[in-house]
T-cell receptor
């Protein structure tokens, strides 16, 4: 079983602060996806990274895929209360398209 | 709106009862899957399908059955509900096209087994 370890598990910060969430594995993934989930809803895809070393930006969010395709990070600049939610990383490996999820980082941004 | 529709949103079952969780998508996605989400455990794959007539087991398939008779629908059947199946269930689909494909999730079914 391939595991994805996310850290930190919980993060509570003030509006305007920067933060980084990490997603690590000992396994290689063909791609890695980041989702955000709000209470009572399903996860919503933020980004997919495919190439080792790839960096993608989505407004104030920056996603990076490790060179060896075993890890990824999500950096948020100047966090806002609207960024509050559960952030999940998920890896795809092999030819069966199965997603393996990390346990998530619960982010709270206080006004 | 296009997307993944799950019904019901909430359900309470007694131990031993059976039920079917419905999942439908109108995006012509080939791939559909079912996950359960439990506190401290994250999202775990129950069953998945890469196309009509094709299904396979995920990480936690025991106690659940699936079928895929059409591209649009992927129901999840609980044969004899147990308290350990209390969870939030999510259905997800994907077109699996391009290098950076992603998955579309439904809004979930919260199931309580008493």
């Amino acid at each position: 079983t391939q595991l994805l370890e996310q850290s930190p598990q919980f993060l509570s910060i003030q509006e305007g602060e920067n933060l980084t969430v990490y997603c690590n594995s000992s396994s290689v993934f063909s791609s890695l996806q980041w989702y955000r989930q709000e209470p009572g809803e399903g996860p919503v895809l933020l980004v997919t990274v495919v190439t080792g070393g790839e960096v993608k930006k989505l407004k104030r969010l920056t996603f990076q895929f490790g060179d060896a395709r075993k890890d990824s990070s999500l950096h948020i600049t100047a966090a806002q209360p609207g960024d509050t939610g559960l952030y999940l990383c998920a890896g795809v490996s092999g030819s069966n398209y199965k997603l393996t999820f990390g346990k998530g980082t619960l982010l709270t941004v206080n006004p | 709106n296009a997307g993944v529709t799950q019904t019901p949103k909430f359900q309470v079952l007694k131990t031993g009862q059976s039920m079917t969780l419905q999942c439908a998508q109108d995006m012509n996605h080939e791939y559909m899957s079912w996950y359960r989400q439990d506190p401290g455990m994250g999202l775990r794959l129950i069953h998945y399908s890469v196309g009509a007539g094709i299904t396979d087991q995920g990480e936690v398939p025991n106690g659940y059955n699936v079928s895929r008779s059409t591209t649009e629908d992927f129901p999840l059947r609980l044969l004899s509900a147990a308290p350990s199946q209390t969870s939030v269930y999510f259905c997800a689909s994907s077109a699996l096209r391009g290098r950076d494909y992603g998955y579309t999730f439904g809004s979930g079914t919260r199931l309580t087994v008493v």
